[in-house]
């Protein structure tokens, strides 16, 4: 969201209010820290394993109390998170209207992942206007019968902020061997606790038993469901470096690094193709079918064997490899913002 609301803070007709939920507090303000962005309101909403019935109760009082202050014209809100969903609905109970960014995202499975498709379809409901990344995300809103005149495809933010941080020279901050190739894992989605996220494990020490020329580093989430399953499994190898999980900049250095990454992630779907990595998507569905579409990004799942496969095939095959890390964003072209910004005002002043 940093891009819209920097660009918008440059349009004299609009006064920009920034509203953190801090849902995910450190990744949060590192951010902000690096846009040069302060919150101006900030809900501090989160509680160590608090239940998704719980945030999003607490979300709606409290949003209550500051749409009843602030009395906005319009709301943004980006992506699939519980906050996305609590505050379209509040505002739809206070006849706010609302923008989505990131509109139109879906797998077709309620339960997959969860609760992010459960989020953005709700909320896909409630915005007024949709700014949709892609083309295939637009016409999955008009299936839904969302009006095509509600949509418009701006590209996707997240590319608009990759653009401006990625030709920096950026430190990642942890000590890795030069001569190695590195295989950067991000893995903490829900639907993947338990058994799931134990054969990603295993397959992940499996790849660095085989390669001796791999180095594996894995900022591990917080969560206890992974950190604890990823301390007990991957723990004690000399080549996966396990470490407190990477503010944007070290990660957009991690990505700039690696050779290629495993990733549950959605944003990373997005951003790794922008800078040329392969991506192995350990999900067996993905809401962001457009880089598998051009083929640089592959579904895996969280499965053993078809992870090690895939691994070793961009490992050991250098062609296949090339074809997979050509440098192709279907997701955008760095002028996201802008596009919003240009809707906005025209809807709005006329």
Not at 318 to 332: D, E, Q
Request: net charge negative; proline share 7%; aromatic share 4%.
């Amino acid at each position: 969201m940093a891009p819209v609301i920097l660009t918008l803070r440059k349009e004299g007709w609009a006064k920009v209010r920034v509203l953190a939920t801090a849902q995910h507090r450190h990744m949060l303000d590192q951010v902000l820290a690096i846009f040069g962005i302060e919150p101006d309101i900030d809900l501090d909403i989160m509680r160590p394993n608090q239940a998704l019935t719980t945030l999003t109760a607490r979300l709606l009082l409290d949003l209550d109390d500051v749409l009843q202050a602030e009395r906005p014209d319009v709301a943004l809100v980006q992506g699939d998170t519980t906050t996305v969903l609590s505050v379209a609905l509040a505002c739809f109970y206070h006849r706010i209207p609302v923008g989505h960014v990131e509109a139109g995202l879906r797998t077709g499975d309620l339960r997959n992942p969860f609760p992010e498709e459960m989020n953005r379809v709700v909320t896909g409901r409630l915005a007024r206007w949709h700014f949709a990344p892609t083309q295939s995300a637009r016409e999955n809103l008009v299936r839904e019968g969302i009006p095509a005149e509600t949509i418009v495809v701006t590209g996707n933010t997240v590319i608009d902020a990759l653009m401006t941080v990625a030709p920096r020279d950026l430190d990642l901050g942890v000590a890795l061997d030069a001569s190695k190739r590195l295989i950067l894992v991000t893995a903490h989605r829900r639907e993947n606790f338990g058994e799931p996220f134990r054969q990603i494990c295993l397959a992940i020490r499996a790849l660095a038993d085989r390669y001796t020329d791999l180095e594996i580093l894995y900022p591990v989430h917080p969560n206890p469901n992974v950190a604890e399953v990823a301390k007990v499994l991957l723990s004690g190898h000399p080549r996966i470096h396990l470490c407190e999980p990477l503010d944007y900049l070290p990660f957009v250095a991690a990505m700039k690094r690696a050779y290629l990454i495993l990733s549950d992630s959605g944003g990373v779907q997005e951003e790794a193709p922008a800078l040329g990595k392969p991506v192995l998507v350990l999900r067996r569905e993905t809401e962001r079918p457009e880089a598998v579409s051009v083929g640089v990004v592959k579904l895996v799942g969280p499965d053993y064997d078809a992870i090690l496969a895939e691994s070793a095939r961009l490992l050991d095959d250098p062609h296949h490899y090339a074809s997979m890390a050509r440098g192709v964003s279907p997701y955008g072209d760095g002028h996201a913002a802008e596009r919003i910004a240009a809707i906005l005002r025209e809807s709005l002043m006329g």
